[in-house]
């Protein structure tokens, strides 16, 4: 892995962006048996950083992301180009407009490389639902790297690019940092634009960064967050500069630590590897103290009810009449609505489309849909409680090591679980990053930083500090 100030280096040392984003590129066909990337925009990313090279030579650079090679997950629009979700209903669908997110990122400088892979629709946590093949693992071909945001992981932690975006609906950006051993935010809701983004589940997705670093992190959050007409959803808080406040340690700081989290279900070296951090932190002068979440045992519950019932209203427009894949063996309207999604959705996104039409379904949505709303409530309740007596609240981001290839199919719930640390934030809307904290069996463990609503400056603080103590 590289960092932006590493390629910045190289730029301000006579390098051109160009070259960078050739580099990149033919990164990206060397390590094509990864398969982190569904699309790779040679074309567009060469002319791209050409426009780099004519500012810098003009003296009018953009900032720390100008002429740097970036993948975004290919659940976001770029006009022109393919987006597909990774699933074979959008196999050849070519987005007529771009996200706000990546109007930004590209706003600043940065030369986009491809679109990675991702679990169809965003919905999986091991990045094996996707049409186009499963994404590997760098650390371990025999593991998932995680998902559904596992291809920008992988882009980021296999060194094609320095930085990545993916989008996080219950854990889909923290999930895979921890098991490539990069580091992964999702922001606050409402902080970065949705305008662009395919929608899986409205109020949970999320887009957010991946980097080497945090600073890498915390630079790729300050190009894509703000306002945005488009998206009545996204705060009216000005942009930061989340890299302010890296290096203001941990001094004073009150840790949480949820009673909850750190019980039965949490791989005991994993455990290990999250309590010594935090001793160590604890001797750079943070104060741990033992907090309650009483409702988080609820939390994957009203996760899968809610994200389905959105997901099944989102995926309506998916039928095969005005866009996507169509069935050529329908002959009858309905036959067309059905044909086309069964033949184009994979079984994971039928699974929860059904599931979701079922719990939305008379005399079932009170029973369901409004009883998981509730515990979302009581969620953020005790979040809201807990942060009256800490700053911030430190969690495990798995239960445990990336689980073995296979088992999406041979035994789904361990897949489902696997976000069971994550969840939570999706529900409460709070901000999470995952930063490695240390090592079990040989692979990274993930610590996930629990912040404030809108405080990720003071968040990505508590990573940096994770980070050197790492080393």
Known sequence: MFTIDELQAKLAGGATAVSLAEESLAKIESTKNLNAYISVLNERALEKAAESDKRRAEGKT???????????????????????????????????YTATAIEKLEAAGAVIVGKTNMDEFAMGSSNETSYFGKVVNPLDETRVPGGSSGGSAVAVASGTVACALGSDTGGSIRQPAACTGVVGLKPTYG?????????????????????ATVKDTATLLGA?????????????????????????????????????????????????????????????????KEISLPHISYAVSSYYIIATAEASSNLSRYDGVRYGYRSKEARKLFDLYAKSRSEGFGKEVQRRILLGSYVLSAG????????????????????????????????????????????????????????????????????????????????????????????????LSVAAATERLNK
């Not at 997950?73 to 959008?90: F, P, Q, V, Y």
């Not at 634009?193 to 887009?207: E, K, N, P, T, V």
Request: proline content about 6%; overall charge negative.
């Open 224 to 288: 894509i967050c703000g306002i945005d007409p488009h998206d009545n959803t996204t705060s009216t808080r000005p942009t930061e500069d989340f890299t302010a406040k890296l290096n203001a340690g941990v001094k004073g700081k009150v840790i949480g630590v949820p009673k909850e989290y750190f019980g039965e279900g949490l791989d005991a070296e994993c455990k290990a590897a999250i309590e010594g951090m935090l001793k160590k932190l604890e001797a750079e002068g943070a104060t741990l």
């Open 364 to 459: 079932f949505y009170d029973a369901y849909y409004v009883q998981a709303q509730k515990v979302r409530r009581l969620i953020t309740d005790d979040f809201n409680k807990a942060f009256e007596s800490c700053d911030v609240i430190a969690s495990p981001t798995m239960p445990g090591l990336p689980l073995k290839c296979g088992m999406n199919e041979s035994d789904p719930m361990a897949v489902y679980l696997s976000d069971i640390y994550t969840v939570s934030l999706n529900l409460s809307g709070l901000p999470g990053v995952s930063v490695p904290c240390g090592m079990a069996g040989g692979l990274p463990v993930g610590l996930q930083w629990i912040g404030k609503p809108f405080m990720e400056a003071d968040l």
């Open 191 to 211: 902080r970065v634009s949705r305008y662009g983004l395919l929608a899986y589940a409205s109020s949970l997705d999320q887009i957010g960064p991946f980097g």
């Open 62 to 96: 953009l900032g720390a992301l100008d002429g740097i090679p970036v993948a975004v997950k290919d659940n976001m629009c770029i006009e022109g180009t393919r987006t597909t979700a990774a699933s074979k209903i959008l196999e050849n669908f070519v987005a007529p």
